[in-house]
């Protein structure tokens, strides 16, 4: 739930709801397992939210203090029509949730877009980020698979059901998958802006430069999963994430573009081997 006082409540048995005021915008973010473990921050992709990580948190937090954020622009924060919706300013307000949460440094991990908010919050703190998991995310707009179906117009906004289904099938590795309906929720909640301005900006961000050569000069350990039968970005693509010197790639056969939703145990088994490694426990 959305919090008006500033203070977290308890949403279920197990995640903590809050919502932070940042200066361009209200920021909600949630919170699973013990506080003093090792913090792993999931960020979502574009027209997603902190809910499509649902599946896959469960099997994080035997071992991480698991945060989510929703963007701004996305899910319960703010959508306010003002400010910028450019990568670099997205990883600017993931950073400054994570100082108001008191995270001094965090495993970041980055779903689709959410990679690239990831890698720029690295660029901007790298005393925050420990290392980074980027899952399906593509490396630059050349790995990018045009989709087939014409874009939802203003005039059609809110979209029909039948739209956000045409919308969002891509995000899976076929046809007929049965999309979780409160994604689509989340999808008919952003404004037309919200929806179009971050989509842009992540054009704008890979477009600048792409994220291996960003990647390779930060020096922060990374594993890069991707479902095989991605339809948005080109899977062979992650290949370009190996210029990071060090670098883990692994492909996720039968797997589309949302592993975290299509198959979140066998994600989880490569993200948990990966922190294992890398996790640094709160003091």
Not at 231 to 251: F, H, I, K, M, T
Request: with cysteine; aromatic share 4%.
């Amino acid at each position: 739930m959305t919090v008006s006082d500033g203070k977290p409540r308890v949403e279920d048995e197990t995640t903590e709801s809050s919502m932070l005021s940042l200066d361009d915008g209200d920021i909600h973010v949630c919170q699973d397992g013990p506080r003093d473990a090792p913090a792993l921050l999931l960020i979502h992709g574009s027209a997603s939210s902190a809910r499509s990580w649902d599946r896959l948190v469960p099997l994080l937090t035997g071992s991480h203090r698991v945060i989510r954020i929703d963007l701004l622009g996305h899910g319960r924060s703010a959508k306010p029509a003002g400010p910028s919706y450019a990568i670099p300013d997205q990883g600017r307000r993931v950073g400054a949730a994570l100082d108001r949460l008191g995270v001094e440094c965090a495993i970041v991990a980055g779903h689709s877009s959410g990679g690239a908010v990831a890698t720029a919050l690295a660029e901007q703190r790298p005393d925050l980020v420990t290392a980074l998991v980027l899952i399906n995310t593509g490396p630059g707009m050349d790995a990018f698979i045009a989709p087939e179906s014409a874009a939802i117009a203003p005039s059609q906004w809110p979209p029909t059901d039948e739209q956000l289904r045409r919308f969002a099938s891509t995000g899976f590795s076929r046809a007929g998958y049965r999309i979780p309906p409160e994604l689509l929720d989340e999808v008919r909640i952003m404004t037309y802006h919200t929806l179009t301005a971050t989509m842009q900006g992540t054009r704008d961000y890979l477009e600048q430069r792409a994220l291996p050569d960003r990647l390779a000069v930060l020096g922060k350990p990374l594993l890069v999963i991707f479902g095989e039968d991605d339809r948005r970005w080109r899977s062979s693509s992650a290949a370009d994430y190996r210029v990071v010197p060090g670098a883990e790639v692994e492909l996720l056969p039968g797997l589309g573009h949302s592993p975290i939703l299509e198959g979140p145990g066998r994600t989880a088994r490569s993200l948990l081997a990966f922190t294992a490694i890398h996790a640094v426990r709160a003091d």
